[in-house]
């Protein structure tokens, strides 16, 4: 695209607002309707256009199509300049990006209320790649006693058999529910060095560098921005201190986003590797542990890396 028909495409005031929204946050048209206020064909009528000029791109989950921006690299600087500049002189775009957060808040009040419903009976319910075997090879890796944090702790079976010879562990789940469930379990059964904090995995409740280990069993594929729970992770490590991770191989299941509240159907070897280097973490180890008995027989891949000491960055 020459720079004269760039000016006139990046013309469009409703233009711009689409594009500022969607390098934000990848939404869907309805989304888009609501924080916007427009019409649906006319949001199609300008993702149509957005995506001929290859400045969106368009993903299937589950029955939604999800539109994100990707801007061509040799019109990237002056597109960004625009988005950026563009902000103040059109008077919509504070409702803009307070329409993105309600959004954006409840997809995780979506999340929520689907294990506030589970609390009490979760581990009486099939999900899938909950294996005693995979739980198992992780374990036997681990060097007591510890300062563990385990993100997405849920009613708290893995917290509580940590607990038994960590030094401390600090389980943190989003559910109201379930950190009530267990925080119930840690009084009744008198365990002083296990503690329920309510938050999200995205945005941690605990300090920088202040655990040795972060565990993230079958959690990370309910993250709405897998990389920034990952940043978060890297975060409240310590220099040293090491991350293992459980998660789905990547499987075409769509029904896991109903049945588990599943936002991602898991991930590939090489988006892993990938999401963990962009957190910073280095000495990665990704393998395959175990693989269900029944249909569709999903796949549970295991991650182990490190966060860099100072003198090794």
């Known amino acids: 695209m020459k720079i004269l028909e760039l000016m006139r495409f ?28 427009m019409g649906q ?43 950026q500049q563009s902000g103040p002189e059109i008077r919509e775009s504070a409702q803009d990006d307070a329409g993105l957060r309600l959004v954006l808040e409840r997809r995780k009040n979506h999340l929520r209320n689907y294990f506030d419903e589970l609390a009490g ?24 006693p510890l300062v563990i944090a385990d993100l997405g702790a849920g009613e708290g079976t893995l917290a509580l058999l940590l607990a038994q010879s960590a030094e401390r562990v600090i389980a943190v789940d989003s559910s109201e ?41 079958q959690t990370l594929h309910h993250a709405l921005h897998p990389q920034q729970a990952l940043a978060e992770a890297y975060r409240v490590l310590r220099p040293g201190g090491r991350i293992v991770l459980l998660d789905l191989l990547k499987h075409d299941v769509e029904a896991a986003r109903e049945l588990y509240g599943d936002v991602w159907l898991g991930f590939s070897q ?11 973490f280095q000495k990665i180890d990704l393998s395959i542990v175990d693989r269900a008995p029944e249909p569709p027989h999903f796949e549970t891949l295991m991650a182990l890396a490190e966060k860099a000491l100072p003198n090794s960055m």
């Open 41 to 83: 064909s006319r949001i199609s009528m300008q993702l149509a256009q957005l995506k001929k000029v290859e400045f969106v791109e368009v993903r299937r989950s589950g029955q939604k199509s999800l539109y994100r921006a990707t801007i061509p690299p040799n019109v990237e600087a002056i597109v960004t300049e625009v988005l």
């Open 10 to 37: 990046l013309g469009d005031p409703s233009r711009i607002r689409i594009l500022r929204l969607l390098a934000k946050e990848e939404l869907s048209v309805a989304e888009l309707q609501e924080i916007l206020d």
């Open 270 to 280: 090489v988006e892993l590797m990938a999401l963990l280097r962009q957190a910073g």
């Open 177 to 217: 529910k379930m950190v009530e469930y267990g925080a119930g379990l840690i009084e009744r059964n008198g365990i002083r060095n296990l503690e329920y904090r309510l938050g999200d995995m995205e945005e941690l409740p605990i300090g920088d560098s202040d655990v040795d280990l972060v565990l993230m069993h």
């Open 121 to 144: 009976r979760f581990g009486r319910n099939y999900v899938p790649g909950r294996s005693w075997k995979a739980l198992a090879e992780m374990l036997f890796r681990l060097l007591p």
